[in-house]
């Protein structure tokens, strides 16, 4: 099996992230057939289309980085029941200009977290609605509602046994997912 590249994207910006957390206990639980990267999103600005004809180079570095990619995983918070504004920022800089998206093809991940109950489920559904438009097959099961997460970790390390083991299942399924939808 080939190695595929995949950007995993962190809705969150928060130091102490509970996300950027599950983002790299995924990392380090996926197979070697994923080489995954953190893909920053902070430093762009708010899209303006104004902007386009010169777009600022954290746009155009942005693109052409998401672009050499093999699929991409969404990890994210919901905020008041949808996808961070931040991360709304990054999946309207990276689908513009009109008709050269980076994201067009690539397979999706996505995996909503939140100390609450309810596990992201709105942002997680608000976001799988823009990757029908962007035109990303999005991988349907398993779900990745990851709820309660304030007391799943000790610093860093997950240490909630079956939360691992159900994100070990997720990271396998999605490596097959995206060597299905590969190029
Ligand atoms: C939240 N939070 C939140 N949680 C949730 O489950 N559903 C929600 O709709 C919201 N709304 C919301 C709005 C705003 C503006 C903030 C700042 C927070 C709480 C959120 O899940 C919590 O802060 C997480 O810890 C954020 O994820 P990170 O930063 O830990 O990855």
């Given at each position: ?22 983002a790299r206990t995924l990392m380090l639980l996926a197979g070697p057939e994923l080489d995954m990267e ?46 961070p504004g931040a991360l709304k920022n990054a999946i309207d800089v990276g689908s513009r200009p009109y ?85």
């Open positions: 099996m080939a190695t595929r590249k995949i950007a995993v994207i962190v809705g969150s910006l928060r130091q102490q992230s509970f996300n950027r957390k599950v953190i893909v920053e999103i902070g430093q762009l600005p708010l899209y303006n289309e104004d902007d386009d004809a010169t777009p600022p180079a954290s746009y155009t570095e942005f693109r052409e980085r998401i672009k050499g990619y093999d699929g991409v995983l969404f990890v994210t918070p919901e905020y008041n029941r949808s996808v008709g050269h998206s980076a994201w067009s093809g690539k397979p999706a991940g996505v995996v909503t977290v939140s100390p609450g109950v309810i596990g992201g489920f709105g942002a997680n559904h608000h976001l799988r609605q823009m990757l029908v438009f962007l035109n990303m097959p999005a991988m349907a099961q398993p779900e990745a509602y990851i709820g309660g997460v304030a007391k799943m970790f000790e610093g860093d390390n997950l240490t909630n046994e079956s939360t691992k083991a159900f994100l070990h299942s997720f990271i396998d399924a999605f490596a097959a997912w995206v060597e299905r939808h590969a190029d």
